[in-house]
Nanobody, 124 residues
Framework: QVQLVESGGGSVQAGGSLRLSCEASGGTYSTLAWFRQAPGKEREGVAS????????LYADSVKGRFTISQNNNRNTLYLQMNDLKPEDTAMYYC???????????????????WGQGTQVTVSS
């Protein structure tokens, strides 16, 4: 079993920055990702990376503003979020899985493990 614990959420004004962290422990995984879910909306993929370095992918809505990365031990995932917009407001979740191909990175059902989420609120 993989345990995922997110941190770093908060409230910022539009144009501000936040850095989310996700600590992973136990089990094995080859893909880590960030998803988000706003009230009344479906969960959507934000960014994903292969821990072996095969790919790093982003949703079009965050390209150029968000950066996903991992530490050298591959047990901590980060999401640096710059130039935040009110539409980025959501609960952000860390997810882990194995054998997730790049073309299906944003399909939430592909991921076996999920964190509890951290709230990000961006005011205009």
């Amino acid at each position: 079993q993989v345990q995922l614990v997110e941190s770093g959420g908060g409230s910022v004004q539009a144009g501000g920055s936040l850095r989310l962290s996700c600590e992973a422990s136990g089990g094995t995984y080859s893909t880590l990702a960030w998803f988000r879910q706003a009230p009344g909306k479906e969960r959507e993929g934000v960014a994903s990376l292969s821990t072996a370095g095969y790919y790093t992918l982003y949703a079009d809505s965050v390209k150029g503003r968000f950066t996903i990365s991992q530490n050298n031990n591959r047990n901590t995932l980060y999401l640096q979020m710059n130039d935040l917009k009110p539409e980025d407001t959501a609960m952000y979740y860390c997810a882990a899985g194995t054998r997730i191909y790049s073309y299906s990175w944003s399909e939430s059902h592909k991921y076996n493990y999920w964190g509890q989420g951290t709230q990000v609120t961006v005011s205009s």
